[in-house]
């Protein structure tokens, strides 16, 4: 499974705080993370967050990492 959320760094939320919170937010959710990465489009950088499932709770899994995640960073 695989999750992406585009984010601007800035000084609150450095590049290493956003990578260990989206392996914070997959765990914290139950799943195994597999890697967790960022890349660059335009002004923007994307935390990218590939992970294994339960396949009972895949359908919700997506949704509750990405809040956990935007919960963090705010």
């Given at each position: 499974?695989?999750?992406?959320?585009?984010?601007?760094?800035?000084?609150?939320?450095?590049?290493?705080?956003?990578?260990?919170?989206?392996?914070?937010?997959?765990?914290?959710?139950?799943?195994?993370?597999?890697?967790?990465?960022l890349y660059q489009k335009?002004?923007?950088?994307?935390?990218?967050?590939?992970?294994?499932?339960?396949?009972?709770k895949v359908f919700d899994?997506?949704?509750?990492?990405?809040?956990?995640?935007?919960?963090?960073?705010?």
């Amino acid at each position: 499974m695989r999750l992406w959320h585009i984010s601007k760094v800035t000084q609150r939320n450095s590049i290493k705080r956003l990578i260990e919170n989206m392996a914070r937010a997959i765990e914290e959710e139950g799943n195994k993370v597999i890697a967790v990465s960022l890349y660059q489009k335009e002004n923007n950088l994307i935390a990218h967050g590939i992970f294994e499932s339960n396949t009972q709770k895949v359908f919700d899994a997506r949704s509750n990492i990405l809040a956990r995640y935007l919960e963090m960073n705010r």
